[in-house]
């Protein structure tokens, strides 16, 4: 049955002369007022109420889909377990886990003396912390090394600047000591009454500073013991696995920088490992006696292995431990007293390789389902030869396994319950390959309900993301079951711009190669039509953050081939956006989208920017969403998106657009709430592929 839309008024936005001017190209835009929320100008109260009216027409639009949407969270949240509890770790003489509670929507970081059968410590109730707040959002949480203290970062704005707060777990008390706009990294020195943080720069956010702060100290009084004056890097503060060292990271895309200080010393001097190198990574693991760097060097493209001695970083004295190979790349190293975990990237698979440190002798941890997911869990004991390791797949929910390095047994110790009788033999996931434009091969991980027919017929969601080197693996989703058993596949598209197949996949993906991307993920779209999964009239694309940005290019250079487009927080105005400075986050990207400031930069992104290239001619379906108080893609972006969509497409399809007022870049905190959004983003589908009964 085919969902009748109502005949509702979109909104029309006001338009306002702005012209933009640069390299001698001017260029109109009317819809540059809605930036002026944040700024309490004239237009605030404005940007509001344009906002309100397009979450009155969505609310209209969909009003046939309510019953539906309420059916979907229902469906899915049954599938989730309310009472659970996650694996226990071991650290410093306790055992940590997480649980949470029938009817609420937050959870509790426990706690355990020496023995699982000792009685419970909560450290941190986020259910009552949570209470009568939109949103609520806790990170960072570490104990100090006496087991006395926890220091941790909350947000109830959700623009992630986090108030470091400590709190006294022998008498419950919450100190005074409240530190604001930070990244909420508390880190302990090891006398148990110094933390080391980082501030944000309160207008752009970008983490500018490292301060000491001593316990009963005046916040006024913390110590600057680092400043970063390169505002494309970012920069955090971390510790060793071993606790002997605090790091502090200065990072970009193509450059890093760390210094180091001994644990015991917090009021010594950080020193710098190796000062940063032009267009060179390197990263440092602390082992007994030295040091383990993964660095692309010397033209390691895919990263090799070195080691220093603990009083001489310095480049120089890098000696090889394990060779740049161009059809691996390495992810991560971590270290153990007695053993050493790669975590590489072999053919767009993850892989887990162990070496013992002290036979020399190593081996890889063994997965057989065609497409997954594997990553390292908590592992915070440095004397062990017990690694826990996370495991998922498209068809196998979230497993936790603990691993003997020493005899290779493996002991699940949970898979990640889904109520309602899910069953995996009834699903498949499969790994295809589809041929881009320009020949190379591009990985789709697929999967489906068995019984699905190849005929064209069947709708097809096709998700990617594409940017910044992160890679999309194929794990588990209990919601995206409410898809698969009305008769979708889900596939994602592994598309350059991530780093599935190696760094070059990253390098091909970024900056002046960046349309790699978008026509990746047609290419891969036009593959499943060929191929018979899908057909343009049941063709579905989704993507966030920098993947809206790709949803935005493709709603412009391929509009009929999807039905339909989900743009989630999308990051479509490039060009606007990367010339002000005063934006979150702008610097911290020209290593990857490039400084539109100089000339060649600017007419590259100009000519793939989605909302530079909206034109008076047909698109697909949309719905669009974003968040007030996003600091990631602000708020606007979506919003003048759509206005000049509004204004110049020739269709009659549906466009809408979805501003959550309370919540951010990462959308609800609740243990629930998120489904509501799912949920919408699902009868959208339904309602286009005429499935909703009214």
């Given at each position: 049955m085919k969902y009748t839309w109502p005949d509702a008024q979109a909104p029309v936005a006001e338009k306002k002369d702005h012209l933009r001017t640069i390299h001698n190209d001017t260029v109109p835009d009317p819809y540059y007022w809605m930036y002026d929320y944040f700024g309490k100008g004239p237009d605030s109260q404005n940007v509001v109420t344009h906002l309100e009216a397009e979450n009155a027409y969505l609310e209209t639009m969909m009003k046939g889909t309510e019953t539906l949407q309420k059916d979907l969270f229902e469906e899915m949240k049954g599938r989730i377990k309310e009472q659970d509890e996650s694996v226990p770790y071991f650290k410093n003489g306790y055992y940590y886990y997480v649980r949470t509670e029938e009817g609420q929507e937050y959870y509790k970081y426990c706690r355990k003396k020496g023995s699982l059968d000792a009685e419970e410590e909560v450290i941190l109730d986020v259910d009552a912390m949570a209470k009568d707040k939109a949103y609520f959002a806790v990170t960072g949480m570490t104990i100090s090394p006496d087991n006395k203290l926890v220091a941790y970062g909350e947000d109830e704005v959700s623009r992630r600047q986090y108030t470091i707060k400590i709190k006294n777990l022998e008498t419950g008390e919450t100190y005074e000591d409240a530190v604001l706009n930070t990244e909420g990294d508390p880190v302990w020195a090891a006398d148990s009454k110094t933390i080391f943080y980082t501030a944000k720069n309160p207008t752009t956010l970008l983490s500018e500073r490292i301060y000491r702060h001593e316990l009963g100290s005046n916040i006024t009084d913390d110590v600057l013991v680092y400043t970063e004056t390169d505002p494309s890097n970012y920069i955090g503060v971390g510790k060793s696995k071993n606790g002997k060292w605090i790091w502090i990271y200065s990072y970009a895309t193509v450059s890093s920088e760390i210094r180091y200080l001994d644990a015991n010393d917090p009021s010594g001097a950080f020193k710098v490992f190796q000062p940063r190198m032009k267009e060179v990574l390197y990263d440092v693991e602390a082992l007994s006696d030295r040091f383990v760097i993964r660095t692309n060097a010397d033209g390691a493209e895919n990263f090799k292995l070195m080691e220093a001695?603990?009083?001489?970083?310095?480049?120089?004295?890098?000696?090889?431990?394990?060779?740049?190979?161009?059809?691996?790349?390495?992810?991560?190293?971590?270290?153990?007293?007695?053993?050493?975990?790669?975590?590489?990237?072999?053919?767009?698979?993850?892989?887990?390789?162990?070496?013992?440190?002290?036979?020399?002798?190593?081996?890889?941890?063994?997965?057989?389902?065609?497409?997954?997911?594997?990553?390292?869990?908590?592992?915070?004991?440095?004397?062990?030869?017990?690694?826990?390791?996370?495991?998922?797949?498209?068809?196998?929910?979230?497993?936790?396994?603990?691993?003997?390095?020493?005899?290779?047994?493996?002991?699940?110790?949970?898979?990640?319950?889904?109520?309602?009788?899910?069953?995996?033999?009834?699903?498949?996931?499969?790994?295809?390959?589809?041929?881009?434009?320009?020949?190379?091969?591009?990985?789709?991980?697929?999967?489906?309900?068995?019984?699905?027919?190849?005929?064209?017929?069947?709708?097809?969601?096709?998700?990617?993301?594409?940017?910044?080197?992160?890679?999309?693996?194929?794990?588990?989703?209990?919601?995206?079951?409410?898809?698969?058993?009305?008769?979708?596949?889900?596939?994602?598209?592994?598309?350059?711009?991530?780093?599935?197949?190696?760094?070059?996949?990253?390098?091909?993906?970024?900056?002046?190669?960046?349309?790699?991307?978008?026509?990746?993920?047609?290419?891969?779209?036009?593959?499943?039509?060929?191929?018979?999964?899908?057909?343009?009239?049941?063709?579905?694309?989704?993507?966030?953050?920098?993947?809206?940005?790709?949803?935005?290019?493709?709603?412009?250079?391929?509009?009929?081939?999807?039905?339909?487009?989900?743009?989630?927080?999308?990051?479509?105005?490039?060009?606007?956006?990367?010339?002000?400075?005063?934006?979150?986050?702008?610097?911290?990207?020209?290593?990857?989208?490039?400084?539109?400031?100089?000339?060649?930069?600017?007419?590259?992104?100009?000519?793939?920017?989605?909302?530079?290239?909206?034109?008076?001619?047909?698109?697909?379906?949309?719905?669009?969403?974003?968040?007030?108080?996003?600091?990631?893609?602000?708020?606007?972006?979506?919003?003048?998106?759509?206005?000049?969509?509004?204004?110049?497409?020739?269709?009659?399809?549906?466009?809408?657009?979805?501003?959550?007022?309370?919540?951010?870049?990462?959308?609800?905190?609740?243990?629930?709430?998120?489904?509501?959004?799912?949920?919408?983003?699902?009868?959208?589908?339904?309602?286009?592929?005429?499935?909703?009964?009214?």
């Open positions: 001695p603990l009083e001489q970083t310095e480049k120089e004295n890098w000696k090889e431990i394990r060779a740049h190979d161009k059809d691996i790349l390495i992810e991560n190293v971590v270290g153990f007293a007695d053993f050493m975990v790669i975590e590489q990237r072999k053919a767009g698979l993850n892989e887990l390789v162990v070496q013992n440190l002290n036979t020399g002798n190593e081996h890889s941890i063994a997965f057989d389902e065609p497409a997954y997911d594997v990553g390292l869990a908590q592992n915070p004991e440095f004397d062990t030869k017990v690694l826990r390791y996370n495991y998922t797949s498209m068809i196998t929910p979230n497993s936790t396994y603990d691993y003997d390095m020493e005899s290779k047994d493996r002991t699940l110790m949970k898979q990640t319950e889904v109520l309602g009788g899910y069953d995996k033999s009834e699903y498949q996931t499969e790994r295809l390959m589809a041929t881009a434009r320009d020949g190379v091969k591009v990985p789709i991980s697929i999967v489906y309900k068995k019984g699905f027919k190849k005929d064209g017929s069947a709708p097809v969601l096709q998700y990617a993301y594409g940017s910044y080197g992160y890679s999309m693996d194929a794990s588990f989703s209990s919601s995206r079951i409410s898809l698969l058993d009305r008769g979708y596949a889900f596939a994602i598209a592994h598309i350059r711009g991530g780093q599935e197949m190696g760094r070059q996949w990253y390098l091909n993906g970024k900056m002046m190669n960046k349309m790699n991307t978008f026509t990746d993920f047609v290419d891969c779209g036009q593959f499943l039509i060929n191929e018979g999964w899908t057909s343009k009239e049941h063709l579905y694309a989704n993507g966030g953050s920098a993947g809206g940005l790709l949803m935005g290019v493709v709603a412009n250079i391929a509009p009929d081939q999807y039905n339909g487009i989900i743009a989630d927080v999308p990051f479509v105005d490039v060009v606007n956006t990367m010339l002000d400075e005063s934006i979150p986050l702008t610097t911290n990207e020209y290593d990857e989208w490039g400084n539109p400031n100089e000339k060649e930069a600017y007419n590259y992104m100009k000519s793939y920017s989605p909302y530079e290239n909206i034109e008076a001619k047909d698109y697909p379906n949309m719905l669009v969403t974003t968040g007030l108080h996003d600091s990631q893609v602000q708020y606007f972006e979506p919003a003048k998106w759509v206005a000049k969509l509004r204004e110049l497409k020739t269709d009659d399809n549906v466009l809408l657009l979805k501003t959550n007022m309370d919540f951010g870049h990462g959308g609800a905190s609740g243990r629930f709430d998120y489904l509501k959004e799912i949920a919408l983003k699902y009868a959208f589908l339904e309602a286009l592929e005429g499935n909703v009964e009214q």
